[in-house]
T-cell receptor, first 112, second 114 residues
């Protein structure tokens, strides 16, 4: 079993829909949770960064962490074709020297 | 602010040949990372530098891969000899922080080994 599981997709939704992307993890020591967006032929770009549990909102993006369920989510409101990309979750813990553990990424397609 | 620069963008070599990748991080970023990303997978850390020193190279295949960071700024990653399974995108990233927060990635080098 991988430490971080992420559905590879692709997830295809119409423009304007609310998108929900998720990761599950097995290590309860994870404290820092990140979402990166990766466009084709580009490097990942940090979207959201969350410490411990709770929600964090930035424009159309909301990151949610549920440590009791070992589950994190990224919500995208009013999705746009420009949101089409691969979304990678990553997480880290103090006791492993903050080494990032990555999900495999979910490919998202927003249809105009 | 200039981003992380990498070169070349693409490289095609035959197996058993050698190849080198170059990275220039964002100015002032002490931490530099080399990642390998195979299609359909998340990035895999090969090596992490803090200034000139190596913080983590536990997943670097040291029999064929080597990396150095000159004067705590630019870095090169070398593969010698290359194998078919080395075909991947090699990503360089840098961070101001030592706790792996907020990594900034370059566009990567797409390596094809034939």
């Amino acid at each position: 079993q991988k430490e971080v599981e992420q559905d590879p997709g692709p997830l295809s939704v119409p423009e304007g829909a609310i998108v929900s992307l998720n990761c599950t993890y097995s290590n309860s020591a994870f404290q820092y949770f990140m979402w990166y967006r990766q466009y084709s032929r580009k490097g990942p770009e940090l979207l959201m960064y969350t410490y411990s549990s709770g929600n964090k909102e930035d424009g159309r993006f909301t990151a949610q962490v549920d440590k009791s369920s070992k589950y994190i989510s990224l919500f995208i409101r009013d999705s746009q074709p420009s949101d089409s990309a691969t979304y990678l979750c990553a997480m880290s813990a103090l006791d492993s020297n903050y080494q990032l553990i990555w999900g495999a990424g979910t490919k998202l397609i927003i249809k105009p | 602010e200039a981003g992380v620069a990498q070169s070349p963008r693409y490289k095609i070599i035959e197996k058993r040949q050698s190849v080198a990748f170059w990275c220039n991080p964002i100015s002032g970023h002490a931490t530099l990372y080399w990642y390998q990303q195979i299609l359909g997978q998340g990035p895999k850390l090969l090596i992490q530098f803090q200034n000139n020193g190596v913080v983590d190279d536990s997943q670097l295949p040291k029999d064929r891969f080597s990396a150095e960071r000159l004067k705590g700024v630019d870095s090169t990653l070398k593969i010698q000899p290359a194998k078919l399974e080395d075909s991947a995108v090699y990503l360089c990233a840098s961070s101001f922080f030592t706790t792996n927060e907020k990594l900034f990635f370059g566009s990567g080098t797409q390596l094809s080994v034939l």
